[in-house]
């Protein structure tokens, strides 16, 4: 059904490319929350902000946080995506990076939760691989 949807990588077969993949994801993660989040990616995409300036002097338009969180989103769907080869992770990455952010920039989860249930997101999608189930 997703055939269509995957690069031509290899599931992980063993503890070792589980273990890889995982360790792959992860430093993805680490790029795109750290140095290509940026400044202003940090503070724009948290709706409870002060919305940064634009580049121009201008104010940030309303409702900015929506496309800078999904943009934030997005650079976190296309590591995966690139990663793991499957698009159908690379969606539900931006689905769930989309909220658990979200919920984090609400004050509902410290930066520590948020950082840890993103590790465990990739942890499932190597858990999904190394069972077979896609």
């Known amino acids: ?25 992860c430093i993805g993660h680490s790029f795109a929350d750290f140095p290509l989040q940026g400044d202003f990616l940090s503070r724009g995409k948290n709706r409870n902000g002060t919305p940064p300036t ?5 104010a940030s338009p309303p ?26 992770f690379a969606i539900a990455e931006f689905v769930l ?16 939760t948020d950082q840890w249930l993103h590790i465990i997101t990739k942890a499932g999608y190597v858990a999904i691989l190394w069972a077979g189930l896609i």
Not at 1 to 17: I, K, N, R, Y
Not at 54 to 58: I, T, V
Not at 99 to 111: A, H, L, P, Q
């Open 1 to 25: 059904m997703f055939e269509a949807l995957t690069l031509p990588l290899q599931a992980p077969t063993g503890l070792v490319s589980a273990f890889l993949l995982f360790f792959a994801l």
């Open 54 to 58: 634009l580049a121009d002097g201008k």
């Open 63 to 88: 409702n900015l946080w929506i496309y800078l969180m999904s943009a934030h989103c997005l650079i976190h769907a296309g590591f995966v995506w690139i990663i793991s080869g499957y698009a159908i």
């Open 97 to 112: 990076h989309w909220i658990i952010d979200v919920v984090k920039c609400e004050g509902r989860t410290s930066f520590a």
